[in-house]
């Protein structure tokens, strides 16, 4: 069994959204998470309420030194992280930036490096301006683009020399699914066609193209990503109709990754569009830009899904993509179906696809964790549930590796407890450090190191030959 390879990433993930909190802070606009209280289930508010937990977060924002140097105990070789737009250009269409949001940054990237910590920044986390959500319609405006290009020059220019990994937008095939949230379409969803939908994609996939360009351009010895939301699809049966159910979903995700990878949109989109009577607006320029391709493919992956042509068969719950339960599997505590071969398989399917390297920037396990007091005093999680799932996973990786496949590294979601963005809760827990802080807004926000901590600290200084097979 070979290693992971000795350059290999390891590392933790969050969001600004659900983390940083200081929604209001040195000069940062709203956003549209700042309306969105109780997660994506529910329609935005007309302006943030106080029962909304991501208005504060887990203060990261005034307490990110402490919590980097907890990373950095654990052995962090990269921490991914985001960057709200709207602390930059709080309304998102300004010409000139808000410099306390730059220097905020600054000193986040800064104290990662302190620690030999790389940076992995992306772009656009599910946090668009509200101003361009209510005034543009979001992502459905082509002026979008521009804003967008616009703030991505300002911080590669800004940071060039602190980061050196990039992700374009954040599990960008979520828009069909959630477009409030990951596409900052204020048009309610009932109420957008499929034309809306695919238009607003477009945009995003141009000007996706477009921070690639700009960050080889400004940052030549960077590298950029592409992120979606990885999701292997199995038939529900070996029935044919089942098989070419699933090709058609695999479709729906990997065209998003399509386009990124291969800088024009594939042959099976024409059909479609066609039969949706989709007809895009694209400008010749588009064209030039979707060539300016990702040099990675960065991906989330929580569970797989089965797919059945059979209109009985009813999709399960689970995350946002939804899918029919698959018999042979165990799921969360949140219905998500535990699929640590599916990675594997996943990654596989992903490097045969594109020939390009592969970087699992999420995965981690949502559970309810029990913050014990120790005869010593000491409080912590024994959260051997989260070892166990992770552990597992990470074996299938090793095997991925073996396959042949080349990843680049892999950062746990919620390295530390984070609001949920599917429920806007705390109790969903994905972090190795417990943040106390309750679903009803109280506690004190000290942190804990839960039992996974100093496994994963193990995994990473033996660069993954702890784990258990």
Known sequence: ??????????????????????????????????????????????????????????????????????????????????????????????????????????????????????????????????????????????????????????????????????LTFNEINSITHVPFLSGGINTPKEKLTQQDIFQAIHHELVASSRAVQACHEIIPKAQIGCMILGVPVYPLTPKPEDVLKTLATERENFFFSDVQVRGYYPSYSKRIFKENNIQLDIQQQDLEDLKHTVDFVSFSYYMSICESDDPTKVAGEGNIIGGIPNPYLKASEWGWQIDPKGLRYYLNILYDRYQKPVFIVENGLGAVDDLVTLENGEKTVFDDYRI???????????????????????????????????????KKRYGMIYVDRNSDGTGTLKRYKKKSFDWFKEVIASNGDSLIK
């Open 1 to 166: 069994m070979s290693r992971f390879p000795n350059d290999f990433l390891w590392g933790g993930a969050v969001a600004a959204n659900q983390c940083e909190g200081a929604y209001l802070e040195d000069g940062k606009g709203l956003t549209v998470q700042d309306v969105t209280r109780k997660g994506w289930h529910e329609a935005p508010t007309e302006a943030p309420m106080e029962d909304n937990l991501k208005l504060i977060g887990i203060d990261f924002y005034h307490r990110y030194k402490e919590d980097i140097r907890l990373f950095a105990e654990m052995g962090f070789k990269v921490f991914r992280l985001s960057i709200a737009w709207a602390r930059i250009f709080p309304q998102g269409d300004e010409q000139e930036p808000n410099e306390a949001g730059l220097a905020f940054y600054d000193a986040v990237f800064d104290e990662c490096l302190k620690y030999g910590i790389e940076p992995l920044v992306t772009l656009s986390h599910y946090e668009t301006p509200l101003h361009l959500t209510r005034t543009y319609d979001g992502w459905r405006n082509r002026k979008m683009i521009d804003f967008f290009e616009h703030y991505v020059r300002t911080v590669f220019n800004r940071y060039k020399d602190k980061v050196k990994y990039w």
């Open 388 to 426: 166990d799932y992770m552990n597992d996973h990470l074996v299938q990786v090793k095997e991925a590796i073996e396959d042949g496949v080349p990843v680049m590294g892999y950062t746990s979601w919620g390295c530390i407890d984070l609001i949920s963005f599917t429920t806007a809760e705390i």
